[in-house]
């Protein structure tokens, strides 16, 4: 069967619900904030990565191969992602993680086993050269005539699966005016809402220090310089995967507000981000902001 004939039996929760979040913060500003529950599309094909996947699926058997290989740290919520989609369509999958074989494979790894996902350890420092034409040429010698889909997923497939939230969202909203802010990790999500037609205001909080270089990477995908993107650059907790007690509470405290799960790596600097902004009255009174959920519970719960 078909990618695109599966998608449409697929029992995905698309759109994605919309939830707005109340509290007493929120009126006094007179801000709106809507949360994207992309974390809800699936237990397994969840979040942003979902979106990144759909098309690179559909490009992968256009060009008639049956195994993807990408890459990923052992926490990463792409390749649990790119496991599970692999078993449900029908494609091998390789993940090529980054350090050495550990003793125990942690739950995602564990998971992406079981999905039938092989793993190839290699260590950081060739980890790090995953996108020089030597490396590539040497898994493909290694794996075969593989589909590689880059750390993260974000290439130029990803950008029509994520361009799809905005479509949502101004279905859900009725035509009212908004803009859409995103955790950046490797700003594919960012890019995809960047390239739809509708050029929505984007706000991306990066989640990694240093991560200005990432404007770069976002406008080579587009290929072209995003006109409504604001980059925020200092809510990074001191690094990609760095947490606090003040961005630990935060999330704690989000969960007691609003009942709804978020995790410190993605979501949390997002949100804490996006209060802060609040607080400081960075918005207009009447903004309407849409806030991606873009999942990433799978890695935080174990
Ligand atoms: C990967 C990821 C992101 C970052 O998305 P990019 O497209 O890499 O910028 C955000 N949130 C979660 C939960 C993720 O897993």
């Known amino acids: 069967m078909s990618v695109v004939h599966q998608l449409s039996s697929l029992d995905v929760n698309l759109p994605s619900p919309l939830q707005q979040l109340e509290s007493p913060l929120l009126s006094e500003k007179a801000v709106r904030v809507f949360l994207k529950r992309d974390d809800l599309i699936h237990p397994y094909l969840s979040g942003n990565k979902w979106r990144k996947l759909k098309y690179n699926l559909i490009e992968a058997e256009r060009q008639g191969k049956d195994t993807l290989l990408s890459f990923g740290g052992a926490y990463s919520n792409h390749i649990h992602a790119l496991a599970a989609a692999g078993k449900i369509f029908n494609f091998k999958t390789i993940g090529i993680i980054r350090g050495d074989e550990p003793r125990d494979l942690n739950e995602t790894l564990r998971f992406a086993v079981n999905q039938g996902m092989t793993l190839q350890f290699v260590d950081r420092a060739r980890y790090r050269e995953k996108t020089s034409s030597e490396f590539l040429t040497e898994l493909r010698n290694k794996h075969g005539d593989v589909f590689i889909i880059p750390e993260g997923g974000s290439n130029q497939f990803a950008l029509p699966g994520c361009a799809e939230v905005v479509e949502e969202v101004q279905q859900q909203l009725g035509g009212q005016t908004f803009s859409i802010m995103t955790a950046v990790g ?32 976002i406008q080579r995908l587009l290929t072209e310089k995003p006109e409504k993107f604001t980059f925020f650059l200092d809510y990074h907790f001191g690094g990609y995967a760095k947490t606090n007690e003040v961005l630990i509470n935060f999330v704690k ?16 600097k997002l949100m804490s981000a996006l209060f802060d902004l609040i607080e400081k009255d960075y918005f207009e009174p009447g903004s309407t902001i849409v806030a991606l959920h873009t999942g990433g519970l799978q890695g935080y719960k174990q």
């Open 186 to 217: 490797s700003g594919g999500t960012a890019a995809g809402i960047l390239s739809h037609s509708a050029k929505i205001p984007v706000y991306g909080v990066a989640v990694l220090k240093g991560a200005g270089f990432l404007l770069e990477d």
């Open 253 to 268: 405290d989000f969960k007691q507000q609003f009942g709804i799960d978020i995790e410190p790596i993605y979501t949390g």
